[in-house]
């Protein structure tokens, strides 16, 4: 709990009445915003509920910083409306700054002052509040120490470590007691090792302080580490959103499915749907000399050309023999902790990446590929 002097008009708060008093929701109807004649975002709709943490992903030019800065009032949409709580802030008639706006923003790059000390920098945030200097200082202490930099109180951002300066702008965001707090590819500086562990401390303090977190980022296991729900967005228009679950085990689209995580794809050469079971016996094309896989069909299999999609957990290197789905030739493999990754080489000339095993399997050796039916999705191709 967060000890605040009595004599301010800043409320004490216990976590049970933290959350009847933060996460606003978000929702944008509509919004459309272009650069040059090209949308950058293009009708976007989508509505976010109060303590939710959401990640925005998608690859580089999809609209991720355009959809967040618009939330934040950096940037002022062409069309469209934008809600925070029960607030309009931006719609044909409507422009609130983003000071006026009630959230926070954690930078890619920091943005911490340089010349001010750790906690003065998590201070700054509650200077608007005009709250009595005792208090400020015990906000900004509590919240260093929350996220373990009490000892760094009094160094200068250059005094820190890219992950401490992180935790430092991170205090910044949560102190202010805001509703909703923007993630503008946070972890994207640092190394492998302090990113793990700024990622379990962002979820841990955005959740016990349930603020709406909104989160850019374009690596999908970080997306499906820390989301509740995964907005995927592609040239300016969401393609999915929904729980890390769903879009994993049914993606909507081809695009989906590719930036989510997939082995390989194969070229169907034709499916047949069962109308009693919505199982479909997939066919590939002649030259991968594949068994047919038989799997549930979620898609409409009448129109469009076809391709199946496999996920790595789907595939299983063994010895080639008559049972096998596929075989192909090793052509690469790398050490990855807990075992294998291999890339293989079939009949056609494509590859199957991030193939799992708990064993080695040479460079140009030939091998059997068992293949699961529940990590294939059946789609459309794009």
């Given at each position: 709990?967060?000890?605040?002097?009595?004599?301010?008009?800043?409320?004490?708060?216990?976590?049970?009445?933290?959350?009847?008093?933060?996460?606003?929701?978000?929702?944008?109807?509509?919004?459309?915003?272009?650069?040059?004649?090209?949308?950058?975002?293009?009708?976007?709709?989508?509505?976010?509920?109060?303590?939710?943490?959401?990640?925005?992903?998608?690859?580089?030019?999809?609209?991720?910083?355009?959809?967040?800065?618009?939330?934040?009032?950096?940037i002022k949409p062409d069309s469209g409306s934008v809600m925070i709580?029960?607030?309009?802030?931006?719609?044909?008639?409507?422009?609130?700054?983003?000071?006026?706006?009630?959230?926070?923003?954690?930078?890619?790059?920091?943005?911490?002052?340089?010349?001010?000390?750790?906690?003065?920098?998590?201070?700054?945030?509650?200077?608007?509040?005009?709250?009595?200097?005792?208090?400020?200082?015990?906000?900004?202490?509590?919240?260093?120490?929350?996220?373990?930099?009490?000892?760094?109180?009094?160094?200068?951002?250059?005094?820190?470590?890219?992950?401490?300066?992180?935790?430092?702008?991170?205090?910044?965001?949560?102190?202010?007691?805001?509703?909703?707090?923007?993630?503008?590819?946070?972890?994207?500086?640092?190394d492998t090792d302090r990113r793990e562990i700024l990622r379990f401390?962002?979820?841990?303090?955005?959740?016990?302080?349930?603020?709406?977190?909104?989160?850019?980022?374009?690596?999908?296991?970080?997306?499906?580490?820390?989301?509740?729900?995964?907005?995927?967005?592609?040239?300016?228009?969401?393609?999915?959103?929904?729980?890390?679950?769903?879009?994993?085990?049914?993606?909507?689209?081809?695009?989906?499915?590719?930036?989510?995580?997939?082995?390989?794809?194969?070229?169907?050469?034709?499916?047949?749907?069962?109308?009693?079971?919505?199982?479909?016996?997939v066919i590939v094309d002649d030259e991968l000399n594949c068994k047919?896989?038989?799997?549930?069909?979620?898609?409409?299999?009448?129109?469009?050309?076809?391709?199946?999609?496999?996920?790595?957990?789907?595939?299983?290197?063994?010895?080639?023999?008559?049972?096998?789905?596929?075989?192909?030739?090793?052509?690469?493999?790398?050490?990855?902790?807990?075992?294998?990754?291999?890339?293989?080489?079939?009949?056609?000339?494509?590859?199957?990446?991030?193939?799992?095993?708990?064993?080695?399997?040479?460079?140009?050796?030939?091998?059997?590929?068992?293949?699961?039916?529940?990590?294939?999705?059946?789609?459309?191709?794009?």
């Amino acid at each position: 709990m967060v000890n605040v002097a009595k004599d301010v008009e800043f409320s004490e708060f216990t976590k049970e009445n933290f959350k009847t008093t933060l996460g606003q929701s978000v929702k944008l109807t509509k919004v459309t915003k272009s650069y040059d004649g090209i949308k950058a975002l293009d009708e976007v709709d989508i509505e976010i509920e109060p303590g939710s943490f959401t990640v925005l992903l998608g690859p580089s030019g999809s609209g991720k910083t355009t959809l967040l800065k618009s939330i934040a009032g950096i940037i002022k949409p062409d069309s469209g409306s934008v809600m925070i709580g029960q607030n309009t802030v931006f719609d044909h008639q409507t422009w609130v700054p983003p000071e006026k706006r009630e959230l926070s923003m954690v930078f890619q790059d920091f943005a911490l002052w340089p010349h001010m000390t750790a906690v003065n920098n998590v201070a700054f945030a509650l200077k608007r509040r005009k709250l009595p200097r005792e208090s400020v200082k015990n906000l900004s202490r509590n919240m260093m120490e929350k996220v373990g930099l009490l000892d760094h109180v009094n160094n200068y951002p250059d005094q820190l470590s890219g992950g401490e300066q992180q935790r430092v702008a991170l205090a910044r965001a949560l102190v202010a007691q805001v509703g909703v707090v923007l993630f503008d590819e946070p972890m994207s500086n640092l190394d492998t090792d302090r990113r793990e562990i700024l990622r379990f401390e962002i979820s841990t303090l955005i959740h016990e302080y349930n603020a709406t977190a909104i989160y850019i980022t374009h690596d999908q296991s970080e997306a499906f580490s820390l989301a509740d729900k995964i907005a995927v967005l592609d040239k300016g228009k969401i393609q999915q959103y929904d729980t890390p679950e769903n879009i994993y085990k049914g993606p909507a689209s081809a695009m989906v499915a590719r930036f989510t995580g997939i082995s390989g794809e194969l070229p169907v050469k034709y499916a047949i749907g069962d109308d009693c079971t919505d199982v479909a016996k997939v066919i590939v094309d002649d030259e991968l000399n594949c068994k047919p896989i038989s799997l549930v069909a979620t898609n409409d299999l009448a129109n469009g050309k076809l391709k199946l999609f496999i996920r790595p957990t789907a595939l299983k290197i063994v010895q080639p023999t008559p049972l096998s789905t596929l075989t192909g030739i090793i052509v690469d493999v790398s050490y990855c902790g807990k075992g294998y990754e291999h890339v293989i080489k079939l009949p056609d000339k494509s590859l199957l990446t991030k193939v799992f095993s708990e064993n080695r399997f040479n460079r140009d050796e030939l091998v059997g590929i068992m293949v699961d039916p529940s990590g294939c999705l059946l789609l459309k191709d794009d």
